[in-house]
């Protein structure tokens, strides 16, 4: 029999972790609060998308921090003139100040390149939806479809198709998402293609489920991270190909601004007046890089699986 007044008491060190407080438990987080701490570790990418916000803004704002229109030729006495006090960037060959016409440009890049991302996630996902859950037939159809458009160079058949349409936004928008939905599309399939053999999926086949009920309730919710960063590298896709066609004169057209089209003028200028090329260049790169950077930091925060 067991002297109860010879057994000692436990000491903190031998509680039996049966015994263990509910705050010594480890808290559950939502996913989204890791992949944002793993965005916030990526200096490069919180780098990025703070100069990508700053020039979102910029050209938000763009009548507030410009002192005239972008088409008002109203420094014909001034044209050509380098950048100073009064003219940050300069004026063009019209009498234009050009810093007004690089932020309004922007506008005009960054419409383009958030328009033809939409229309790309638009396109690319149901796609990419029902090549990764039926497979057979109909992934092999859309894989054929995608070797087209992977094979043909953009910027080609841009050319050929803006020259056919006459350019114009509308024109540009509908070119770079035929091509910027290639991309969304293999993400998205190859997400669906990881979950169509998950315990719930098959639970909800069992049911009765339709495949059209399992596609869009259960199979695109748990996609959505690879459509993010699909719709955020196909924006700088986009604009690029804004660029080069406004640079071959197929894009935008004067007096709209577009950073291509005045990459283009420079050129004519750049041994005398290095201001009207520099100026436009330095706008798209940093621009373009900035997204990229942005969205391959969003890839590696969201889903590390897909960290190249």
Not at 81 to 91: I, L, M, R, T, Y
């Amino acid at each position: 029999m067991i002297n109860l007044d010879t057994v000692a008491p436990l000491g903190a060190s031998q509680v039996s972790p049966l015994l263990v407080s509910a705050e010594n438990l480890p808290v559950a987080r939502n996913p989204l609060y890791y992949a944002w701490r793993r965005f916030l570790a990526n200096r490069g990418a919180v780098f990025s998308g703070s100069v990508l916000a700053l020039i979102l803004l910029m050209a938000v704002f763009a009548p507030l921090i410009t002192s005239t229109s972008y088409e008002e030729q109203k420094f014909l006495t001034e044209n050509l003139a380098f950048p100073s006090s009064e003219h940050w960037f300069g004026v063009d060959d019209l009498g234009r100040d050009f810093y007004t016409r690089i932020i309004y440009g922007g506008r005009i890049s960054l419409s383009i390149g958030f328009v033809a991302a939409a229309f790309s996630v638009i396109i690319g996902l149901p796609l990419g939806a029902l090549a990764g859950y039926y497979g057979g037939v109909v992934d092999w159809v859309i894989m054929r479809i995608i070797e087209i458009f992977s094979v043909v160079p953009p910027l080609m058949a841009a050319l050929l198709l803006a020259a056919l349409a006459g350019g114009g936004f509308v024109s540009i928008v509908v070119i770079a998402a035929l091509f910027g939905w290639v991309q969304v599309c293999l993400l998205v399939r190859g997400q669906v293609m990881a979950f169509r053999n998950k315990e719930f999926i098959r639970a909800a086949q069992a049911l009765g489920a339709s495949p059209q009920f399992i596609i869009f309730r259960h199979l695109v919710p748990n996609s959505i991270s690879p459509v993010i960063v699909g719709f955020v590298q196909a924006i700088p896709l986009a604009m690029m190909l804004e660029a080069g066609l406004s640079f071959l004169g197929v894009g935008i057209a004067p007096p709209l601004p577009s950073w291509g089209q005045m990459i283009n003028l420079g050129i004519n200028f750049m041994f005398f007046y290095w201001h009207l090329a520099l100026f436009p260049t330095l706008a798209l790169a940093i621009t373009v890089l900035s997204t990229t950077l942005f969205g391959d930091g969003l890839r590696d925060a969201l889903d590390p699986t897909l960290k190249g």
